[in-house]
């Protein structure tokens, strides 16, 4: 299954806000919208396993050590 994303949500934020959700994706995350799909999705799906989790969580960590594919690189080709 491939997942589309083709809907944009624009927000607005105070400046401090943004600088401290920039500060907290720097070491985590590429970006602030990367941040922003993840917490929308960890509080949108809680039907996963304790096992899928564990899964997930281990490949976050192997993506962010650079032992992944990065997903921006297969949609665009």
Same mark, same amino acid.
């Given at each position: 299954? @491939?997942?589309?994303?083709?809907?944009?949500?624009?927000?607005?934020?105070?400046? @401090? =806000?943004?600088?401290?959700?920039?500060?907290?994706?720097? #070491?985590?995350?590429? $970006? !602030?919208?990367?941040?922003?799909?993840?917490?929308?999705? &960890?509080?949108? /799906? /809680? $039907? =996963? *396993?304790?096992? &899928?989790? *564990?899964? !997930? %969580? %281990?490949?976050?960590?192997?993506?962010?050590? +650079?032992? +992944? *594919? /990065?997903?921006? $690189? !297969?949609?665009? #080709?």
């Amino acid at each position: 299954m @491939s997942i589309i994303m083709n809907k944009e949500l624009l927000i607005r934020v105070p400046m @401090s =806000l943004y600088q401290r959700a920039k500060l907290l994706c720097e #070491g985590e995350y590429k $970006s !602030i919208s990367a941040l922003v799909r993840e917490l929308l999705l &960890e509080r949108l /799906d /809680d $039907s =996963l *396993t304790q096992s &899928e989790k *564990t899964s !997930i %969580k %281990k490949s976050r960590r192997a993506f962010r050590a +650079g032992k +992944g *594919t /990065d997903w921006r $690189s !297969i949609r665009h #080709g």
